[in-house]
Structure formats: C-alpha cells, structure tokens
C-alpha cells in the first residue's frame, strides 16, 4: 500500500499571501489529522476529518481551516499568512479514529517570508 | 484536561547503554498511549502503541514500554543504543472515542560512539 503523501513537500510564500496543503491518505484510511510542528510549539493539533466532516479543531484561529472530499482526500488552507506559520505541516491517516494507528506523510515544510 | 509530559527535551546515551526516554500523562480516563519517532525532515514512524491487556508493549526496532497506571507513566526503553537510534521521539495520548491526539514536547536522542 502507498503511505501517506503530501504536497507540496517544500513551500516558500509572503506575509498575507495564502497557502492549500494536500493531503491523500493511505487507501481505505477514512480519518486525516493535520498538526503544525514548529521548534518553539511542538506538535500542535489543527484539526480531524472524518467522512467529510470535521469532527475536532484545535485551538488555531479561523485563518485555518481545511475540508476533506469524498475519496478521502484532504486540504488545509492557510489564509493571510503571518511569519509564525512558517512551520512543518503534518498529515495523519487512520481508519476511523485516532486510537487507530495514526502513519503520518512526510510533511510540508512551509516557509513565511 | 489532558496532557503529555516527556522529560528531558534531550538524552544522550553511548552506544550500546540503555536507552530510557521518560513520558507522563495526565487522563481521567483509560488512555491510548503512543511512542513515535521522527527522523531529521520527515514524518512520524510509529514504534509501538498500547490500548488494553499487557502493559509490557513491544515495539519495532528493539523498543519496548511498559503502562503504569499507578504511575501514569509509559516510559520508552531500548537494552542497547545503536547510532541509528539517533532521532526525536514522541510520546501521545488519545482516549476511547477520541479525534484527537495530544503529544509531549518530544525528546532528543544522540548516541554517541
């Protein structure tokens, strides 16, 4: 089975400008989780789709935000991009929830100039 | 609220000595418990997992952890630290019926030869 990928791997963009993220996880994996991985934050949580539907946010402003279609397949999307974005984007997979093992894509590193 | 204490941001071990990388949680409910490991530019590999029954979990690459409940702690260990070893390690916490995955601040591995 393909594991999870993500593109673009590599982003560079400009304060204000906005950004979407793909995600398409592994095949029959209905869950996708984004996290935002930064030296100072950690792993953060952004937020969980299930079926199309979000089902958890974390606590990220509405500048973030995401959808997932009907083959599973998700996008984040960042909007009015400030330099504290600049962050590795993580993607997650699993089956139905997260106490199912989550496989995770390589990420996206996103730089804010 | 739920939370994911991993002590010690690095840990350094000489090759062939026993790895011990320290994780706590917080949970008011029986957890789901994790241990990932994240290579410089990637994602995150699973190394094990713990839902219910043997709190002695066994995990790839020569890892191990065990459940405390009365400790509420799920320490990593390794008998033997190999070079390869070398990476960030993650511990995280998600609950029964949980969107949500909450991790540590992560811990530094250097082996050294």
């Known amino acids: 089975k393909a594991g999870v990928t993500q593109t673009p791997r590599y982003l560079i963009k400009t304060r204000g400008q906005q950004v979407t993220l793909s995600c398409s996880p592994i095949?029959?994996?209905?869950?996708v989780s984004w996290y935002q991985q930064t030296p100072g934050q950690g792993l953060q949580f952004l937020f969980e789709y299930f079926s199309e539907t979000q089902r958890n946010k974390g606590n990220f402003p509405g500048r973030f935000s995401g959808r997932q279609f009907s083959n599973s397949r998700s996008e984040m999307n960042v909007s009015t991009l400030e330099l504290g974005d600049s962050a590795l984007y993580l993607c997650a997979s699993s089956l139905e929830t997260s106490t199912d093992t989550q496989y995770f894509g390589p990420g996206t590193r996103l730089t804010v100039l | 609220a739920q939370s994911v204490t991993q002590l010690g941001s690095h840990v350094s071990v000489s090759e062939g000595a026993l790895v011990l990388l320290r994780c706590n949680y917080s949970s008011s409910v029986p957890p789901y418990l994790f241990w990932y490991v994240q290579y410089p530019n990637q994602g995150l590999q699973l190394l094990l997992k713990?839902?219910?029954?043997?709190?002695l979990v066994k995990g790839i690459n020569g890892f191990e952890a065990e459940f405390k409940k009365s400790e509420t702690s799920f320490h990593l260990t390794k008998p033997s630290a190999h070079m390869s070893d070398a990476a960030e390690y993650f511990c995280?916490?998600?609950?029964?019926?949980?969107?949500?995955?909450?991790f540590g601040a992560g811990t530094r591995l250097f082996v050294k030869a």
């Open positions: 713990y839902t219910t029954g043997a709190t």
């Open positions: 995280a916490v998600t609950y029964t019926g949980g969107f949500k995955t909450i």
């Open positions: 095949s029959g994996h209905r869950s």
